[in-house]
Nanobody, 115 residues
Framework: QVQLVESGGGLVQPGGSLRLSCAASTSISRIVPMGWYRQAPGKQRELVAVITSGGSTNYADSVKGRFTISRDNGKNTVYLQMNSLKPEDTAVYYC?????????WGQGTQVTVSS
């Protein structure tokens, strides 16, 4: 069983920055890939960013150039640095990880971008 716990969400003004963290209860070297999804009210959950064990990354077009995903295997933590935030980035952000054939999700953290 893997537990993923997100933190770092909150209220930020447009153009601001936030860094989300996802702490895993076990070594993330065996959780591949790991990533971040988000779900806005009335919309489907969508992929934001994903990272492999080797550090390869992939991003949704809507966040390319603004968001950066990274992982620290020593701390069993994955991060999402979000810059130049826009109101349309408002959503609940979920950490995701896959180990073997099982998908794991965090409980979500709210990000609200508003003036």
């Amino acid at each position: 069983q893997v537990q993923l716990v997100e933190s770092g969400g909150g209220l930020v003004q447009p153009g601001g920055s936030l860094r989300l963290s996802c702490a895993a209860s076990t070594s993330i070297s065996r959780i591949v890939p790991m990533g971040w999804y988000r779900q806005a009210p009335g919309k489907q959950r969508e992929l934001v960013a994903v990272i492999t064990s080797g550090g390869s990354t992939n991003y949704a077009d809507s966040v390319k150039g603004r968001f950066t995903i990274s992982r620290d295997n020593g701390k069993n933590t994955v991060y999402l640095q979000m810059n130049s935030l826009k109101p349309e980035d408002t959503a609940v952000y979920y950490c995701y990880g896959k180990r073997s054939i099982i998908d794991y999700w965090g409980q979500g953290t709210q990000v609200t971008v508003s003036s």
